[in-house]
């Protein structure tokens, strides 16, 4: 991935943590900075189905979930899977579809399942949304509802590139899109052999008590009118798992907790008038609750 991404591992790193962690991805910035480029890139990566829906004012739930047609020759109903069933599935421009038709991405993204027509489908393991979406300043979109934003499990931002990745940059596609040169590093059925094994990374009741207190922190902080939900603490301690395997550790320790928290909270959090008036970022009042929040003493 960093073959055609330069100078953004934070980003890839958090992006493969997700994947590892069964989540699904929110990346929300300006138009050109690469939100697309990483998708596509991780879809790459792995050796499984990548599909892309763009999202657009006219596009339908069905376009989404899938569709039952009659079979003219069988005079019967079948079902056409719709662009939600991959292991990977780029959901761009999501925040520029109706609300309605955010909406059907719930169901798929809480149970990897998708219910049309009374019947239910299983999606394919893994299964992860990427979904891309511009500032709501930008014309022509729709904001994301809470319980939309709540299932995912992080949210980054590219922001806008160093001076010498971008020269870099226009240096290594000076001879067309790099995207082709990225090759399968890992199969569908590893990545999913994997998640499996890192559930199993311990976490000790002092770490759990540890994320509750900073989620709490959330709901008690007075600058903030919406706190973190319980998946919140659900999706750190899994995240937590996925730093400790990649530091090579089968247990969690603070640190692991509070690498990503940023990523995994602020996006769920709704700060009050009074808040937003003083520009008051969701991010620095969560680095705020992780500074205040009293470690767990080490065993």
């Given at each position: 991935m960093s073959l055609v991404i330069e100078g953004k591992p934070q980003q890839l790193r958090t992006a493969v943590t997700v994947l590892l962690a069964e989540g699904h991805l929110l990346i929300e910035d300006v138009p050109g900075v690469g939100k697309t480029v990483l998708a596509r890139s991780l879809g790459r990566a792995i050796d499984g189905d990548f599909r892309r829906i763009q999202f657009t004012p006219d596009l339908l739930p069905s376009d989404v979930?899938?569709?039952?047609?009659?079979?003219?020759?069988?005079?019967?109903?079948?079902?056409?899977?719709?662009?939600?069933?991959?292991?990977?599935?780029?959901?761009?421009?999501?925040?520029?579809?109706?609300?309605?038709t955010q909406s059907a991405l719930l169901e798929a993204m809480a149970e990897s399942q998708v219910s049309?027509?009374?019947?239910?489908?299983?999606?394919?393991?893994?299964?992860?949304?990427?979904?891309?979406?511009?500032?709501?300043?930008?014309?022509?979109?729709?904001?994301?509802p809470e319980a939309q934003r709540d299932r995912f499990?992080?949210?980054?931002?590219?922001?806008y590139p160093a001076r010498a990745s971008e020269?870099?940059?226009?240096?290594h596609n000076a001879a067309g899109d790099r995207i082709?040169?990225?090759?399968?590093?890992?199969?569908?059925?590893?990545v999913s052999a994997a998640a499996t094994v890192i559930r199993q990374v311990y976490v000790a009741p002092a770490i759990n008590d540890y994320i509750v207190s900073i989620v709490e922190g959330t709901r008690n902080h007075p600058d903030l009118r919406l706190g973190a939900s319980p998946r919140a603490s659900l999706h750190?301690?899994?995240?937590?798992?996925?730093?400790?395997?990649?530091?090579?550790?089968?247990?969690?320790?603070?640190?692991?907790?509070?690498?990503?928290?940023?990523?995994?909270?602020?996006?769920r959090l709704l700060p009050t008038v009074e808040a937003q008036v003083a520009r008051r970022d969701a991010g620095d009042i969560v680095s705020e609750i992780i500074s205040a929040t009293r470690l767990p003493e080490r065993g």
């Amino acid at each position: 991935m960093s073959l055609v991404i330069e100078g953004k591992p934070q980003q890839l790193r958090t992006a493969v943590t997700v994947l590892l962690a069964e989540g699904h991805l929110l990346i929300e910035d300006v138009p050109g900075v690469g939100k697309t480029v990483l998708a596509r890139s991780l879809g790459r990566a792995i050796d499984g189905d990548f599909r892309r829906i763009q999202f657009t004012p006219d596009l339908l739930p069905s376009d989404v979930t899938g569709v039952s047609v009659f079979n003219q020759s069988t005079r019967e109903f079948e079902f056409k899977r719709g662009g939600v069933f991959a292991h990977i599935v780029l959901g761009d421009e999501i925040n520029r579809a109706s609300p309605k038709t955010q909406s059907a991405l719930l169901e798929a993204m809480a149970e990897s399942q998708v219910s049309v027509d009374g019947h239910s489908y299983q999606l394919a393991r893994p299964f992860m949304v990427i979904a891309t979406q511009n500032p709501i300043e930008m014309e022509g979109t729709y904001p994301l509802p809470e319980a939309q934003r709540d299932r995912f499990m992080a949210r980054i931002t590219m922001g806008y590139p160093a001076r010498a990745s971008e020269v870099a940059m226009l240096t290594h596609n000076a001879a067309g899109d790099r995207i082709t040169e990225v090759r399968p590093v890992a199969s569908a059925g590893q990545v999913s052999a994997a998640a499996t094994v890192i559930r199993q990374v311990y976490v000790a009741p002092a770490i759990n008590d540890y994320i509750v207190s900073i989620v709490e922190g959330t709901r008690n902080h007075p600058d903030l009118r919406l706190g973190a939900s319980p998946r919140a603490s659900l999706h750190l301690m899994r995240v937590a798992r996925v730093v400790a395997t990649l530091a090579g550790r089968d247990y969690v320790i603070p640190e692991d907790v509070q690498e990503l928290a940023r990523e995994v909270l602020a996006h769920r959090l709704l700060p009050t008038v009074e808040a937003q008036v003083a520009r008051r970022d969701a991010g620095d009042i969560v680095s705020e609750i992780i500074s205040a929040t009293r470690l767990p003493e080490r065993g």
